[in-house]
């Protein structure tokens, strides 16, 4: 059986599109996310749909290959701001939550930005009239193990 789907060469680079299985988990054990399981997924490298150290990962990888990297913080999702750990008004939650929402510890929120853009935070405490968050990715600060097979490089 003859793989049709090298046309841009059997190695990754930061241009080509791929297609993958991949599994980002943490080392003390649980997937993130887990492709393995269910179908490929598709990456076109360099357009910021995977993280640029995470790419960095698959460059040089060869059409059919299967690695393991254990990425450190720096490497992976970057090392904790502390700077984008936040208190804002329980007022400012409501205005971006339904009114009957009842949050707790670890629950993700999408805020809206005056630009039009949104972010995301998560909910760390509530105290009184104010809720803290950690604005940082969920990922930061946390070693991840990622594991990559190239099905398709184009």
Known sequence: MTNTNTAGGGEV?????????YRIALPEGGDVVNTFED???TLMMGTG????TLEQAL??????????????????????????????SMQTLRENSS???????????EFNA???????????????????FDFNHP???KTILLEAEIIGIL
């Open 13 to 21: 680079t930061a241009t080509s599109f791929l297609t993958l299985n």
């Open 59 to 88: 460059l040089g990888m060869k059409l059919g290959e299967r690695k393991t990297f254990t990425l450190d913080p720096e490497a992976a999702f970057g090392v904790k701001n502390p700077d984008l750990i936040r208190k804002i």
């Open 99 to 109: 009114p009957e929402e009842d949050y707790v510890a670890g629950d993700m929120i």
């Open 39 to 41: 179908k490929p997924a």
């Open 49 to 52: 749909q995977f993280a640029p």
């Open 139 to 141: 990922l930061s600060g």
């Open 114 to 132: 005056p630009n039009g853009a949104t972010y995301s935070g998560t909910l760390i405490a509530i105290d009184g009239d104010s809720a803290t």
